[in-house]
Nanobody
Framework: QVQLVESGGGLVQAGGSLGLSCATS????????IAWFRQAPGKEREFVAG????????YYADSVKGRFTISRDNAKNTVYLHMNSLKPEDTAVYYC????????????????WGQGTQVTVSS
């Protein structure tokens, strides 16, 4: 069983920065790909950033490339999403998710989800 717990959301002004954390269960890094998704009100959940279980490849949505950075701390079994130059359109509930097997950006491919954390960017 994989457990994911997000934290770090909040309210920030446009142009500001915010960091999210996702605490994972112990064996997640060695067997699962990890990704961040977000869902804005009235919109579908979308891929934001992720890395393969080996950590060798990292992927970003075009909308956040150059502004967001995904990282991890193996010793703490924690995944981070560092968000810079935030825009009002980044406002959403952010989720981390995990899946075994092949890498994917598709929401429907992910088996395990955290409860989400709200990020609100004011203009």
């Amino acid at each position: 069983q994989v457990q994911l717990v997000e934290s770090g959301g909040g309210l920030v002004q446009a142009g500001g920065s915010l960091g999210l954390s996702c605490a994972t269960s112990g064996r997640t890094f060695s067997n699962y790909h990890i990704a961040w998704f977000r869902q804005a009100p009235g919109k579908e959940r979308e891929f934001v950033a992720g890395f393969t279980w080996s950590g060798g490849s990292r992927y970003y949505a075009d909308s956040v490339k150059g502004r967001f950075t995904i990282s991890r701390d193996n010793a703490k079994n924690t995944v981070y999403l560092h968000m810079n130059s935030l825009k009002p359109e980044d406002t959403a509930v952010y989720y981390c998710a995990a899946k075994p097997g092949f890498w994917s950006r598709e929401v429907r491919r992910y088996d395990y989800w955290g409860q989400g954390t709200q990020v609100t960017v004011s203009s």
